[in-house]
């Protein structure tokens, strides 16, 4: 089947290959996008190995910036904000500490990323509505972004895994299978 590439004023003929190429299965000015001509669909989840590889650099940044925030809190470095309060290691501040440090650690390496993130994802629901939300309801007054992200990021963890450059994945294609 012949295409036509209906070229206006500001579009040149890259850019409508470009958008056949990425948005296949749409209409685009006179040109029918066909699935079955492109091979890739924007409603249809991705094939690309980037995927997995993605999700591998998104917890491995991830956790490098929790694990700082656990060491702030056990550690002391790097140097925490003023107005910090002392506290115990046996206090809430500090078994959160613990959590952050260790499980950070863990989701790092990719081993046992999904217990582990659940766990973490709880934490950070807990510090959220104890210590942030009593402040205001919305999250840009009360500081708790970084809450929320992180729960939702760790909640998404515990259903999609570790990403295949994890030690999670070694374990799977050792026994035989393929987890990504």
């Not at 582990?116 to 205001?136: D, I, K, N, R, T």
């Not at 992180?150 to 374990?171: E, K, R």
């Amino acid at each position: 089947m012949e295409k036509t590439i209906s070229t206006g004023r500001f579009r040149g003929a890259l850019f409508d290959v470009y958008m056949e190429s990425r948005f296949a299965g749409c209409r685009y000015g006179s040109l029918t996008l066909n699935r079955s001509e492109t091979g890739m669909s924007i409603f249809e989840p991705s094939r690309s190995p980037w995927t997995g590889r993605m999700l591998s650099i998104l917890r491995i940044v991830g956790a490098v910036v929790y694990i700082s925030v656990g060491t702030v809190k056990l550690f002391g470095f790097p140097p925490p904000p003023p107005g910090m309060p002392a506290f115990g290691l046996l206090s809430l501040l500090g078994i959160s500490g613990i959590l952050d440090t260790f499980g950070g650690l863990l989701i790092l390496l990719g081993l046992f990323t999904r217990p582990v993130s659940f766990v973490l994802a709880g934490e950070m629901a807990v510090a959220y509505f104890q210590s942030h939300l009593p402040l205001s309801f919305w999250p840009t007054t009360n500081l708790g972004i970084p809450a929320i992200l992180y729960c939702f990021i760790y909640l998404y963890f515990v259903f999609a895994g570790a990403g295949p450059w994890s030690v999670d994945a070694m374990i799977a294609r050792k026994k035989g299978g393929n987890p990504y």
